[in-house]
């Protein structure tokens, strides 16, 4: 009987010390919402006390968003030179379809719910408050412009600053001044009409924010090239796999203190709101959208996941739970990246290979949630303004909004820019996106959460139809897969064969130390 009570003790201990993380975030998460409210309601703070209040919350957003660039740099040069390339090339071609595919789903899917309650039919533009302005976008040029900001031209500067081109208008030349005579009955009036054609130029500029788009298609081009030099590249390997295990170590100390900054970073948010009526007003819309975004993560990518690996896509949910909670609390997906390297590595079981290749890739383009919200937030804008949309126009929705959510950066309320270029392309006025910005800080939570979800699962499913290359890789090499994430080796790894796999003239084992061997690339 006492060695029964012993080893659940010792269980529940177990469970504690591998989950206290997420149990203290949760934890968190809750304090964060009762302290926000209790605050707001018993003292009336300033604006710059709400600022001093949030400031906790705001070192943890800049200490996540620190190690975001070496990150990415490292795993991205060191997945892609672990593969060859033209392993790197259909998983790369399978995540694409796969984030094409879910995204689309995402659209018709928030198309349909719309379509079907309606949230704007029931109330008018008139008696909903705007807030904000409208951003003055053109869609052409963005889209450009994100092809742009594939190449940049400086890759320092694109550690921090993007690529964007605004309009400028031209002064009219003179001397095209047409005059024509009007004779009347009595005098003859002189009436000068202008035929002006404005005419613009573009203007290059750069606005604050990793050029992320631009680093992973470098860092792609330079993995590959490293992984065909031999050993002449073995120096740069060594160092972007040392950078990657410093900078997972760096993850892992943020992520200590990762509770108390989402407890003032929620509790500010709750301050902060100064009109709650708005939600009232905004219920039906709301729910929409949410419901639109439960159905997507509960059921069609859960299906998706199951049909293809033939694994409980709950259990896989379940082992995301940190990163999901990190996401709901800090609103971006690039910025959670850190913990959605953990979670599908550490609890998930993902091989290395496939998530440091995928996940950085995912978190730039794979934006289901803000595809959804933005197919849904255009046509209720329509039905506010009594504006008939033919098969034509919500066709032409769902393709923008596809388009435009992969053009998305991964920063909090990019789905704003975003949204105007969906509502000029069928004709809807760009004025009315500040009419959805109230109530945009709380949906953008939740879409950057099934963001983040759609990327893990995307990472579980490559895996799986890659399942061939890889074993093919480890067979051929009589070896296993290199561990440059893992944050600790357990007692298994240990005492188990350290064994390595070849790529490109190298042979890297489980202890992450690189050497030459005279193997060609597959």
Request: charged share 15%; net charge neutral; proline share 3%.
């Amino acid at each position: 009987m006492m060695g029964s009570r012993e080893r659940r003790a010792v269980n529940i201990k177990g469970v504690l010390r591998r989950n206290w993380l997420l149990i203290a975030t949760i934890s968190s998460v809750l304090a964060g919402i009762c302290l926000g409210v209790v605050v707001r309601e018993y003292a009336s703070l300033s604006h710059l006390h709400k600022q001093y209040f949030g400031f906790p919350g705001e070192i943890l957003m800049r200490m996540l968003k620190l190690v975001i660039l070496p990150l990415i740099i490292s795993s991205m040069i060191t997945g892609v030179a672990a593969l060859d390339s033209e392993v790197s090339g259909k998983i790369g071609l399978r995540a694409i379809v796969y984030y094409f595919s879910t995204t689309i789903i995402a659209v018709l899917l928030g198309i349909l719910l719309v379509m079907t309650i309606k949230p704007g039919v029931s109330q008018t533009a008139d008696n909903i408050d705007r807030t904000g302005i409208t951003p003055n976008v053109s869609t052409a040029d963005t889209l450009l412009d994100l092809v742009r900001n594939m190449f940049p031209e400086n890759l320092v500067q694109a550690c921090f600053q993007q690529y964007k081109t605004v309009r400028k208008e031209l002064e009219p030349p003179k001397g095209v001044i047409n005059t024509t005579a009007f004779p009347t009955l009595s005098t003859t009036i002189m009436a000068v009409v202008e035929n002006i054609t404005k005419d613009y130029k573009i203007v290059g500029t750069y606005s604050d924010g990793i050029n992320v788009l631009g680093l992973i298609v470098f860092c792609v081009v330079f993995g590959l090239v490293i992984g065909k030099m031999g050993p002449k590249g073995r120096i740069l390997l060594e160092f972007f796999d040392a950078l990657n295990e410093a900078t997972m170590k760096l993850v892992q100390i943020i992520m200590c203190y990762m509770p108390v900054g989402i407890l003032f970073l929620i509790a500010a948010k709750i301050i902060e709101v100064e009109d709650w009526e708005i939600f009232k007003k905004m219920g039906l819309y709301i729910v929409t959208v949410l419901s639109g975004l439960a159905i997507h993560s509960i059921i069609c990518l859960p299906l998706i996941f199951f049909i293809i690996v033939r694994k409980n896509p709950y259990t896989f949910t379940l082992g995301m739970t940190q990163a999901l909670v990190t996401a709901l609390m800090i609103s971006s997906s690039s910025a959670t990246l850190p913990v959605t390297f953990r979670c599908t590595e550490e609890n998930n079981r993902i091989d290395k290979r496939i998530t440091r290749f995928v996940l950085p890739v995912g978190a730039t383009i794979n934006m289901d949630g803000t595809a959804l919200y933005e197919a849904v937030a255009a046509i209720f804008i329509a039905q506010l303004n009594n504006y008939d949309l033919n098969v034509g126009q919500i066709v032409t929705i769902s393709i923008t909004a596809t388009i435009a959510s992969i053009g998305a950066a991964g920063v909090p309320n990019a789905g704003l820019v975003t949204m105007v270029i969906v509502l000029t392309a069928v004709g809807l006025p760009a004025g009315d996106v500040t009419l959805i910005v109230a109530v945009d800080w709380l949906l953008d939570r939740f879409r950057t959460m099934i963001n983040v979800l759609g990327d893990a699962y995307g990472a579980g499913i490559v895996q799986k139809l890659s399942r061939r290359e890889l074993e093919r890789m480890d067979l051929t090499s009589d070896v296993d897969v290199a561990n440059p994430f893992a944050l600790e080796a357990t007692l298994d790894d240990e005492e188990c064969e350290k064994k390595s796999y070849v790529n490109g003239g190298f042979t890297v084992d489980k202890t992450d130390a690189i050497s030459f061997t005279e193997t060609s690339q597959f």
